[in-house]
């Protein structure tokens, strides 16, 4: 749901995804995103699930970014502190 021209995302939504985030991999995370955006989001006014994804995506990294600033723990090309592909 956009409020102001922005989505507005839950915070237990966003909470649960950045926690996500911290263990999960990027390709793990995605697919749980998209899941969610799917199943749980309702579209409205010529929006996408692509829109809604990007946007969730967009407000996680922030997020996990910013923890990662705030805690002094490495992040690697601006994406979230989570392990990488195996």
Do not use: R
């Not at 995302?9 to 991999?25: G, I, P």
């Not at 955006?37 to 910013?66: F, G, N, P, R």
Request: hydrophobic fraction near 35%; include cysteine; proline fraction near 1%.
């Amino acid at each position: 749901m956009k409020q102001d021209g922005e989505f507005y995302w839950n915070k237990d939504t966003l909470d649960h995804f950045v926690k996500l985030a911290k263990t999960a991999t990027m390709a793990e995370l995605s697919v749980e995103v998209i899941s969610f955006v799917s199943a749980d989001c309702a579209l409205e006014d010529c929006e996408t699930y692509q829109d809604l994804y990007d946007d969730l995506m967009s407000k996680i990294v922030k997020q996990v970014t910013k923890f990662n600033a705030v805690n002094n723990t490495c992040s690697y090309s601006g994406l979230p502190s989570i392990k990488n592909y195996e």
